[in-house]
């Protein structure tokens, strides 16, 4: 089993920055690909940003939030982050990291149904 729990949400206003966390826990982390899905109120969970296991050296970002979210991971630290800039008010919504156990150290899973685990999410609000 692995354990995940996100952290870092909040309150911000159009145009500012927060930076998520997602601790792993359980497992050894590197043979883990991660992912952040985000749910807004009445919206299906969507896809934001994956990063591959190991070092982490391919990653994928969903063309919405392309340019302004950037996903990394530190193994070190078991934790996994999206660091979102430049945020607007659709981007409100419940962040949840996911990962999936992976031996390609270079794919991506863009599938909310890929992935065998899931965190508790984090809100994220951003206010007009």
């Known amino acids: 089993q692995v354990q995940l729990v996100e952290s870092g949400g909040g309150l911000v206003q159009a145009g500012g920055s927060l930076r998520l966390s997602c601790v792993a826990s359980?497992?050894?982390?590197?043979?883990?690909?991660m992912g952040w899905f985000r749910q807004a109120p009445g919206k299906e969970r969507e896809f934001v940003a994956a990063?591959?296991?190991?070092?982490?050296?391919?990653?994928y970002i969903a063309d919405s939030v392309k340019g302004r979210f950037t996903i990394s991971r530190d193994n070190a630290k078991n934790t996994v982050y999206l660091q979102m800039s430049d945020l607007k008010p659709e981007d409100t919504a419940v962040y949840y990291c996911?990962?999936?156990?992976?031996?390609?150290?270079?794919?991506?899973?863009?599938?909310?149904?890929?992935?065998?685990?899931w965190g508790q999410g984090t809100q994220v609000t951003v206010s007009s």
């Open positions: 996911a990962a999936v156990r992976s031996a390609s150290y270079q794919y991506t899973f863009l599938q909310s149904a890929d992935y065998d685990y």
């Open positions: 990063i591959s296991s190991n070092s982490g050296r391919t990653q």
């Open positions: 359980g497992r050894t982390f590197s043979n883990y690909a």
